[in-house]
């Protein structure tokens, strides 16, 4: 009896092509006919969907390898040499060390069998061609990016604060149709960048900047405080830049990829930058400044060449450093429990200045309103209160609840009331939701009946074919949603396990209290507590699921 390992994978789920599915079952149909009533064999599947193949560090691929090495692996089984991946240095490492552990390989596409010599030779030089098919795309995709960046076009993504994306011309190539967007100034939003860059040149701190803008009530295009995150981003974009001869200068330093010859750098326009971010799974990171490619925009920039430089070098200066002031020892308890009843803003621990101790021998520290601190007392002027008397404060609180009595009773009705309305709504959005997702079906099966019908036009496929991503995009959207709102409905109807959980971490909490660390402590409160506010003289404890 052989063992087998299916291995499949796929970068995204698009609900159709090489699945991992299909994969799995194409490879189950090789087996057969290699080896006949498969009945006899053992046979574990490995599924990876979502991952890239540029490197082995992929949650199921990690987990059969480390089976495979504690033996009873006869073959480790793939579609394509892809799936496995696309870098020669990780298929070199891992075809030697599925030979040490006498294991070989098959690939069913391109119909390798590492049990042979030239079944390992062919592998090795397939792994090359994929990574050079890798390469040559990357280079591509850099060259189209060039390509694009001499045009200074604006590409799309979160138009920067002080521009709107303006649409200039669009025609149809190869029957697709091209729109080209600039960047259009918005005068009062370009006033708050001006005014940014000119505070930071004037106090080097983005920590101040950000208390101006508080203070003043100076808030975002989305009508929000700014952060000292959302300025350092405005800071360090060149798309600001006056796109002169010091900028070109700067940027030839920097070794970014110049798309244009310095001429172009004309002393209206402002800088274009491309592959400033890229896509890392699910999030975008920040690239290099020397994976940038740079260009004269359309746009024209209003922030002069010698400013934007000198704020670089400032930034450089001033990166983010922890806080001094932060509780050292840990003592605080309340810490992203305390909120503030006037601004909603976090309470958040400061020690005093000389760091004194209490009768306990204990730091002493306050709790300070975030917004207060950050804002100099202009948006919140709370005040503090007492960090070790608080936190001794909540913990009698607590440990004073009557958990078998009326308190208790009361508590829980409340927690019920709460728990049956959301329940409720819930239901009723489940089954509007379960509603659109029959209507959904219906509109995929009348679109389907497209490709059934006889003589169909290319162009009437092609549509029928994007109307149909569009139907499986919202499906998979509202499916999602269903199965967030089975999730509420279950923890809504386990009411009772919540009241005995709430009841169990009091009784807990009371036993054990006197002896627990800071962090079992801080535990038990999170395990209890909601929120706590304070008002400027009373706190107010909410347990969990409890309104405000």
Request: glycine fraction near 6%; hydrophobic fraction near 35%.
């Amino acid at each position: 009896m052989s063992c087998f390992f299916i291995y499949s994978r796929k970068s995204k789920f698009t609900g159709k092509g090489e699945s991992v599915e299909n994969q799995v079952e194409m490879c189950r149909g090789y087996l057969e006919r290699q080896f006949g009533d498969l009945s006899g064999h053992q046979i574990e599947v490995f599924e990876d969907e979502g991952f890239s193949g540029k490197n082995l560090s992929r949650p199921e691929f990690q987990r059969m390898m480390g089976l495979a090495q504690k033996g009873g692996c006869d073959y480790i089984v793939c579609y394509r040499l892809d799936r496995i991946s696309r870098s020669v240095s990780d298929f070199s490492n891992l075809i030697e060390s599925l030979s040490k552990l006498s294991i070989s390989f098959i690939c069913i596409k391109e119909q390798f069998d590492t049990s042979t010599p030239m079944g390992r030779a062919m592998m090795y030089i397939a792994s090359v061609f994929a990574q050079l098919e890798r390469e040559t795309i990357a280079e591509r995709i850099r060259d189209n990016l060039q390509l694009l960046a001499r045009t200074g076009r604006w590409l799309g993504g979160i138009t920067p604060l002080g521009y709107e994306s303006q649409k200039v011309s669009s025609n149809t190539i190869d029957g697709k149709e091209k729109t080209l967007f600039k960047l259009s100034p918005i005068k009062e939003e370009q006033e708050q960048v001006e005014l940014i860059f000119r505070l930071f040149m004037d106090v080097h701190s983005l920590t101040k900047v950000e208390t101006y803008l508080l203070q003043h009530h100076i808030k975002t295009r989305n009508g929000k405080d700014f952060n000292s995150r959302a300025i350092r981003e405005i800071l360090l974009n060149p798309v600001y830049c006056v796109a002169d001869y010091d900028a070109y200068q700067y940027f030839v330093k920097q070794e970014t990829d110049l798309c244009c010859e310095s001429e172009a750098f004309d002393g209206k326009h402002g800088i274009a930058v491309y592959n400033r971010t890229k896509n890392d799974g699910d999030r975008q990171i920040k690239t290099s400044v020397t994976d940038w490619v740079i260009t004269v925009g359309k746009h024209k920039g209003f922030i002069k060449s010698e400013d934007w430089i000198k704020v670089q070098k400032l930034m450089e200066l001033n990166k983010p450093r922890i806080c001094a002031k932060s509780v050292k020892n840990e003592i605080s308890l309340l810490s992203g429990l305390l909120v503030c009843k006037h601004c909603g803003s976090y309470l958040r621990p400061l020690t005093n200045t000389h760091s004194q101790r209490n009768s306990e021998g204990n730091q002493t520290f306050a709790y300070k309103c975030e917004l207060k601190r950050k804002s100099k007392k202009q948006r919140c002027d709370i005040p503090n209160v007492n960090g070790n008397t608080l936190d001794k404060m909540v913990c009698e609180e607590v440990l004073s609840f009557d958990i078998d009595g009326s308190w208790m009773k009361d508590k829980l009705k409340s927690l019920r009331q709460q728990m049956n309305s959301s329940n409720s709504l819930a239901q009723t959005q489940a089954n509007v939701l379960n509603e659109r997702l029959v209507q959904i079906q219906q509109d995929m099966n009348t679109c389907l009946n497209v490709f059934a019908t006889r003589n169909v036009s290319d162009d009437i496929v092609a549509i029928a074919n994007e109307q149909m991503k569009k139907y499986l995009d919202d499906k998979a959207a509202v499916e999602h949603r269903l199965f967030e709102l089975k999730e509420e409905i279950k923890i809504s109807s386990s009411f009772g396990d919540q009241a005995a959980i709430l009841t169990t971490a009091l009784r807990t909490f009371n036993n054990t209290f006197h002896r627990a660390s800071v962090h079992e402590k801080r535990l038990f409160l999170r395990a209890i507590i909601e929120k706590i506010e304070w008002d400027g003289k009373d706190i107010h404890i909410f347990l969990f699921g409890e309104s405000a």
